[in-house]
């Protein structure tokens, strides 16, 4: 079965630069899962961030930007603000119109 | 604007069975596949299901295969979902969310969500 990976928790300054990773349990994410990344904050549905690895969603401010590091998807988060303060998932595409989401990462802004 | 209305979520008995429906506007729906996803209490996304916009193919995520069947009315721009043989662990939100034109480029456009609980 194929999980998912994300870092449960990550904490950064305001002003400072974080970036949140997506892996797989077993194997290397490409640009071929199509990784894309949601923001939701309690009480709220999903918000898409980031389609197609780091192709940013319409509306979307440019501090936010996607890629691929080593064999991980990214989030990297610059000059985080406070309203930042959320749970990010990632999502890939595995064939046959099948995503599977992360655990999700609890960001906290401090 | 675009604007996923979800309903038919509430109570209901294990083993039993509820069909979600999700009202769109704002776009050409018969264009667009559609997913729906889930988020248990307190826990993360999952993936639930898809149905194409061409041939209205269909797609489970494993946990619900089987039990979930997915649909579309294009003539109404409707969504649905038919749940069955309800599980505890059926308890979520449900979201209907639009997919970005190929189901490899993700969600888009999410619902607000209705919540399904299954108790006894």
């Known amino acids: 079965q194929t999980v998912v990976t994300q870092e449960p928790s990550f904490s950064v300054s305001p002003g400072g630069t974080v970036t949140l990773t997506c892996g797989l349990s077993?194997?290397?994410?490409?640009?071929?899962?199509?990784p894309s990344w949601y923001q939701q904050t309690p009480g709220q549905a999903p918000r898409t961030l980031i389609y197609s690895t780091n192709t940013r969603s319409s509306g979307v401010p440019d501090r936010f930007s996607g890629s691929i590091l080593g064999n991980k998807a990214a989030l990297t988060i610059t000059g985080a603000q406070a309203d930042d303060e959320s749970d990010y998932y990632c999502a890939l595409y595995m064939g046959s119109g099948i995503s599977v989401f992360g655990g999700g990462t609890k960001l906290t802004v401090l | 604007e675009v604007q996923l209305l979800e309903s038919g979520g509430g109570l209901v008995q294990p083993g039993g069975s509820l069909r979600l429906s999700c009202a769109a506007s704002g776009f050409t729906f018969s264009s667009c596949p559609m997913s729906w996803v889930r988020q248990a209490p307190g826990k993360g996304l999952e993936w639930v299901s898809g149905?194409?916009?061409?041939?209205?193919?269909?797609y489970y995520a494993d946990s619900v295969k089987g039990r979930f069947t997915i649909s579309r009315d294009d003539s109404k721009n409707t969504l649905y979902l038919e749940t069955n043989s309800l599980r505890l662990e059926d308890t979520a939100i449900y979201y209907c969310?639009?997919?970005?034109?190929?189901?490899?480029?993700?969600?888009?456009?999410w619902g607000r969500g209705t919540t399904v609980t299954v108790s006894s």
């Open positions: 077993s194997g290397s994410v490409s640009i071929s899962y199509y």
């Open positions: 149905i194409s916009d061409s041939d209205g193919s269909t």
């Open positions: 969310a639009k997919v970005r034109n190929y189901f490899y480029f993700g969600m888009d456009v």
